[in-house]
């Protein structure tokens, strides 16, 4: 009678030791899943974090009107552009500015790359 208990007993301990292997496989697999969803839950907030603002310090922004009221009265165009560094703008938005306020009227072109201010210059806007 003790050696069937014992057997007993010893094919319990097996089907136990079974159940703790399958269910720490069950684990190992269920971890792998979760750091995979944890990936795809970095990658998504980089994503949205990338296209919602610029990575870097927070930078002032420059408008290019005060850039314009700090320069003399006549001026280059390569003067505005050398002013107007700090606003990391490429020089050739810098240079349709100036032509863009030139059709508006807030500058004046006296000659090819030469400027002036225009006193009130908003106020010599065309109507349409």
Excluded: C
């Amino acid at each position: 009678m003790s050696v069937n208990l014992e057997a007993a007993v010893r094919q319990n301990m097996d089907e136990l030791k079974k159940a703790i292997s399958d269910k720490a496989s069950e684990v190992a697999e269920l971890e792998k899943e979760l750091k995979r969803y944890e990936t795809v839950l970095a990658v998504l907030r980089a994503d949205k974090n990338a296209s919602s603002g610029r990575k870097g310090r927070p930078r002032g922004k420059t408008d290019l009107s005060t850039v314009l009221g700090g320069l003399p009265e006549t001026f280059t165009s390569k003067e505005f552009i050398k002013a107007a560094t700090r606003t990391r703008k490429p020089s050739v938005y810098l240079r349709l500015a100036l032509s863009r306020w030139a059709k508006e009227g807030r500058v004046k072109r006296l000659e090819r790359g030469k400027y002036q201010k225009v006193k009130n210059g908003s106020t010599h806007r065309l109507a349409a």
